[in-house]
């Protein structure tokens, strides 16, 4: 176990902790109002862009005014929505079951979340010491292989991230330095087996 498998299981076991403490419903409903944000701000940013142009001048920067306005006001209302029904839930005596059904949705939103960090780190190696890690980590391969994964939905170049970790295996394994002659033959004094320097040829008639 290395530390690829450390943060695997501290990513699954916060996220299912945070989540039993919101609840379900606060978790749904963030999760949807993150969604719609996106989808309201994407759709709408642009009539309210045009109606800012007294304020700001520059487009580009309206735009991104608009649409980031309109994903926080999203937002706000979600949380507001959350705590409205949460309050609801506890009053219906369904306090407990919103936490625990929390925490199985936690649980698979950390494994979720945990594919897509490990298909990225698969498809896209930043760094030899972290590629290495992951392919030495034992959940590594259970999330990428055995379980089922996220990335059929996702584009072609992110699909198998397991061949993606083989490649990079086959390229690593030919970037291995060459053994020296010493350590292929390590019972050997030193010098012996290791070409020596030709000798210096003594001209003809001088004493040697």
Excluded: Y
């Excluded at 959350?82 to 005596?93: P, T």
């Excluded at 649980?107 to 298909?119: E, K, N, P, T």
């Amino acid at each position: 176990m290395n530390w690829v498998d450390l943060a695997i299981i501290a990513i699954i076991a916060w996220s299912a902790f945070r989540a039993f403490r919101t609840g379900l419903v606060r978790e749904l409903t963030s999760l949807i109002a993150v969604i719609a944000g996106v989808f309201l701000a994407g759709a709408l940013s642009e009539r309210l862009s045009a109606n800012l142009d007294f304020l700001i001048s520059d487009a580009p920067t309206r735009n991104l005014v608009a649409f980031i306005a309109i994903f926080v006001g999203v937002l706000i209302a979600g949380q507001v929505l959350s705590a409205f029904l949460s309050d609801v839930a506890g009053m219906l005596l369904l306090g407990p079951l919103d936490h625990i059904a929390g925490a199985i949705f936690g649980l698979l939103q950390g494994i979720l979340i945990v594919q897509m960090l490990l298909i990225g780190l698969a498809v896209f190696p930043a760094a030899a010491s972290v590629s290495s890690a992951v392919d030495d980590s034992t959940l590594a391969d259970v999330f990428l292989d055995t379980l089922p994964s996220v990335d059929r939905l996702l584009p072609e170049r992110f699909r198998d991230p397991m061949d993606q970790l083989q490649k990079w295996r086959e390229i690593t394994s030919r970037l291995q330095p060459i053994p020296t002659q010493e350590a292929i033959l390590p019972g050997l004094p030193k010098g012996v087996g290791t070409p020596t320097p030709a000798a210096t040829a003594t001209p003809a008639g001088q004493p040697r």
